[in-house]
T-cell receptor, first 110, second 111 residues
Framework: DAKTTQPPSMDCAEGRAANLPCNHS???????VYWYRQIHSQGPQYIIH???NNETNEMASLIITEDRKSSTLILPHATLRDTAVYYC???????????FGTGTRLQVFP | NAGVTQTPKFQVLKTGQSMTLQCAQD?????MYWYRQDPGMGLRLIYY???????DKGEVPNGYNVSRLNKREFSLRLESAAPSQTSVYFC??????????FGPGTRLLVL
């Protein structure tokens, strides 16, 4: 599975968009990009995933570059409850295994 | 629909004691997983089960055993606990190749 690189921490003002970057330069054609978050030591929560196209759901948007070497998770209107560690994970098509890195600690401030 | 449940929530053991962590899911998923998370780290896969009756080692299986009791339940056993096994343990389930859903975790302290 491809390795991902994320900044260790980021800040965002409440109500503003939070843009969390992820590099996955060794990603292969059949590998998906997944995003999870973990709020204060709770179990990780699924946010969104994508292969090539940009994706949007009720929680967030996922923008994947055309070369697929990086992606950005966008929380359009961050709230204090979005303060969490966000994990970007690349998962192969034929495996169920998720390889977690250390993620990005997002702090949303009032 | 409770999703993934884990028991107990907290446990304190002495070195050498044994215990079993329980996990159950009500989503009719075929695949189940056990992870551990040490302070400041991401999750690491201990064991997983792709279907009832099958189990496979993950990244850090040493010191653990698992049992896929039926489709709903997947237990993790520590035969002789060590301080290095102090961690938070998460169970997850999924359909094959699909999104994993996690339980709330079991916090284990081994003295």
């Amino acid at each position: 599975d491809a390795k991902t690189t994320q900044p260790p921490s980021m800040d965002c003002a409440e109500g503003r968009a939070a843009n969390l970057p992820c590099n996955h330069s060794t990603i292969s054609g059949n590998e998906y990009v997944y995003w999870y978050r973990q709020i204060h030591s709770q179990g990780p929560q699924y946010i969104i995933h994508g292969l090539k196209n940009n994706e949007t759901n009720e929680m967030a948007s996922l923008i994947i570059t055309e070369d697929r070497k990086s992606s950005t998770l966008i929380l359009p209107h961050a709230t204090l409850r979005d303060t969490a560690v966000y994990y970007c994970i690349v998962r192969g098509e034929n495996t169920d295994k998720l390889i977690f890195g250390t993620g990005t600690r997002l702090q949303v401030f009032p | 629909n409770a999703g993934v449940t884990q028991t107990p929530k907290f446990q304190v053991l002495k070195t050498g004691q044994s215990m079993t962590l329980q996990c159950a899911q009500d989503m009719n998923h075929n695949s189940m997983y056990w992870y551990r998370q040490d302070p400041g780290m991401g999750l690491r896969l201990i064991y997983y089960s792709a279907s009832e009756g099958t189990t496979d080692k993950g990244e850090v299986p040493n010191g653990y055993n698992v049992s896929r009791l039926n489709k709903r339940e997947f237990s993790l056993r520590l035969e002789s606990a060590a301080p290095s096994q102090t961690s938070v343990y998460f169970c997850a389930s999924s359909e094959a190749g699909r999104t994993q859903y996690f339980g709330p975790g079991t916090r284990l302290l081994v003295l």
